[in-house]
């Protein structure tokens, strides 16, 4: 049975941090390439950063100098490190793998707010 499961989100005040993760199962996590996306209110959902299995990453441009993407294959875990968090960042984040299959996890809240 796959499963993804994001933790991590939550509230945090504009210029802070937060780190995402995902934790992968039922697959052959290292073949597979990671992402987060997000979701804001009122808005598509939107690819935030991708991992390949081999390590390299690639970032929307809005992130591009604030986020992080990386993997950890003995774990099996994805992260995603956000620093100067901004409210437009604010929206529901989900973890994705994609090679021969695609799987979502559930989601995870984060709440960029004063």
């Known amino acids: 049975q796959v499963q993804l499961v994001e933790s991590g989100g939550g509230l945090v005040q504009p210029g802070g941090s937060l780190r995402l993760s995902c934790a992968a199962s039922?697959?052959?996590?290292?073949?597979?390439?990671m992402g987060w996306y997000r979701r804001a209110p009122g808005k598509q959902r939107e690819l935030v950063a991708v991992?390949?299995?081999?390590?390299?990453?690639n970032y929307v441009d809005s992130v591009k100098g604030r986020f992080t993407i990386s993997r950890d294959n003995a774990k099996n875990t994805v992260y995603l490190q956000m620093n100067g968090l901004k409210p437009e960042d604010t929206a529901v984040y989900y973890c994705?793998?994609?090679?021969?299959?695609?799987?979502w996890g559930q989601g995870t809240q984060v709440t960029v707010s004063s």
């Open positions: 039922g697959f052959t996590f290292s073949s597979y390439a």
């Open positions: 991992i390949g299995s081999g390590g390299s990453a």
């Open positions: 994705n793998a994609r090679q021969y299959q695609v799987y």
